[in-house]
Every structure is written in structure tokens, then in C-alpha cells.
């Protein structure tokens, strides 16, 4: 039995997915990259940084809310399974190990707005994770965290517009077409 917090790392096909994510990206202009300190968001953007000659940020508040955890089970093996944790996380009733639903999803707010008053004007990345996607998302949108949940395929990219003025828009979601036909598992809709 492991010891400690579950910290894996990604798998041979997710720095695959990295990698093409990397080539999507090259004729972006991105000026900033930031991470969760766990270890498979930081070696997905980590092809970005070597490409760009840009530093990563780590940032603890948009780490995973099970980040804690002593097990990880990735969510395609828990749905597949039909595991109740699944079936909390769908209901929105999912606990985090030292928060609430509510400070999570502030916790990631905060952080995400922190970032993005930071680079007026400016494309950043944001390396991550499916709960910490829906928290966020589910702030733009005006939907409560429990009714926000979608499944964030790997690697997918969902683009948020900010303007100064506070206003936040949802240009992508989901946006995965970097993976089209490599044969690579994708998420829960085109593994």
C-alpha cells in the first residue's frame, strides 16, 4: 500500500498528448505558463516551456481538489467502473480532503483571477486539472460548481476571454483537435 500523497506522474501516452499539444500551440504567442505543483500538469506544460524558452509558474490554488489524496484512479477507470465516487463527483457531491466545495472553487477563482490581472492584453497557459477546470468554468458561466460538471478530455484546451472590464466569455471547450487522428486516448468521449 503507498504511503504519503498520490502524485503520479504522466503516462508514456500523456507526454505523447504534451507533445502534440506543444506543436498546436507553436504560431500561438503565449507570454506566461503557469502550473499546479502536481507533477502531471507540470510535465504537460513542460514541452511548452522547453519550446518557448518560458519559465513555469507553479501555483498551489489551481492544484486538484483530491490533491491530498493517498490513491489517484484516473476518472475514465472510476466511470467505467460505475465507482460511487463517480457517481459523487456527477452529483456534485465529491468532498475535497481540507475543503469544502465552495472554498475550492474560490481558492481556484482567486487564483485564476490573480493570473489573469497580471498579463492584461496577454495569451497564457494555464496547466491544470478537470476539477479545477469546472470550478472556473463554472464561475464564468453562473453555474453552481454541483451543475458545472463536464468531463475536460486530456490535454484539452478551454479558452477564456478577459477584459479588463471583469467580463469573462468561454471562446473553446473541450478543444482537443491537437489529438485528431493520432491515435492517442483522449478522455472519456474518444478513448
Not at 503507498?2 to 499539444?21: C, M, N, R, T, Y
Not at 507553436?26 to 502536481?38: F, K
Amino acid at each position: 500500500m503507498q504511503e504519503g500523497i498520490a502524485d503520479p506522474e504522466l503516462s508514456v501516452a500523456g507526454h505523447q498528448q504534451a507533445k502534440f499539444l506543444t506543436e498546436y500551440l507553436s504560431s500561438e504567442e503565449i507570454t506566461a505558463l503557469y502550473s499546479s505543483p502536481q507533477q502531471r500538469a507540470l510535465q504537460t506544460v513542460e514541452p511548452i516551456s522547453a519550446a518557448r524558452g518560458l519559465p513555469v509558474t507553479t501555483v498551489d490554488d489551481v492544484a486538484e481538489w483530491d490533491r491530498n489524496s493517498s490513491f489517484y484512479i484516473p476518472t475514465e477507470e472510476l466511470k467505467a467502473a460505475n465507482d460511487p465516487r463517480w457517481q459523487a463527483m456527477v452529483r456534485g457531491e465529491w468532498t475535497a480532503d481540507d475543503d469544502t466545495m465552495e472554498g475550492f472553487r474560490t481558492r481556484v477563482v482567486v487564483a485564476v483571477e490573480a493570473m489573469v490581472a497580471a498579463h492584461h492584453g496577454e495569451r497564457i497557459v494555464v496547466s491544470c486539472h478537470g476539477g479545477v477546470i469546472n470550478a472556473y468554468l463554472a464561475h464564468v458561466l453562473g453555474l453552481p460548481i454541483s451543475k458545472g460538471f463536464f468531463y475536460p478530455n486530456y490535454t484539452s484546451i478551454n479558452r477564456v476571454m478577459a477584459s479588463r472590464g471583469g467580463h469573462r466569455s468561454v471562446m473553446t471547450l473541450n478543444e482537443t483537435t491537437h489529438l485528431r487522428g493520432t491515435g492517442l486516448p483522449i478522455g472519456l468521449l474518444y478513448s
